[in-house]
Nanobody, 121 residues
Framework: QVQLVESGGGLVQYGESLRLSCAAS????????WNWYRQAPGRQRELVAG???????HYVDSVKGRFTISRDNTKNTVYLQMNSLKPEDTAVYYC???????????????WGQGTQVTVSS
């Protein structure tokens, strides 16, 4: 069974940093693209950042220059370095992978369980 396990969330103050990690289970044999989404209370889930297998990256405008997405293909892991955090970054952050599971012939999207990030002012 495919699992994406997230870690690194927490409570920080305005201007501080956090680094989120998301690791895929060993049943995943290839990952095309990774994405990070977030969802704040009462709001729709939002795409925050993404990275392709060729390490092309994209970001939502509100985090450009503050967040950096990266991946380690040897560990099937994606990271989100978040600097200069603001209260409006408060949300549950989810990782998402376009991945191929062992024994299957098609790619599918998988989700992590979410990790809470809270930024106090």
């Amino acid at each position: 069974q495919v699992q994406l396990v997230e870690s690194g969330g927490g409570l920080v103050q305005y201007g501080e940093s956090l680094r989120l990690s998301c690791a895929a289970s060993r049943s995943i044999i290839n990952i095309n693209a990774w994405n990070w989404y977030r969802q704040a209370p009462g709001r729709q889930r939002e795409l925050v950042a993404g990275i392709t297998r060729d390490t092309y990256t994209h970001y939502v405008d509100s985090v450009k220059g503050r967040f950096t997405i990266s991946r380690d293909n040897t560990k099937n892991t994606v990271y989100l370095q978040m600097n200069s955090l603001k209260p409006e970054d408060t949300a549950v952050y989810y990782c998402n992978a376009d991945a191929l599971e062992s024994g299957k012939t098609y790619y599918a999207y998988y989700w992590g369980q979410g990790t809470q990030v809270t930024v106090s002012s």
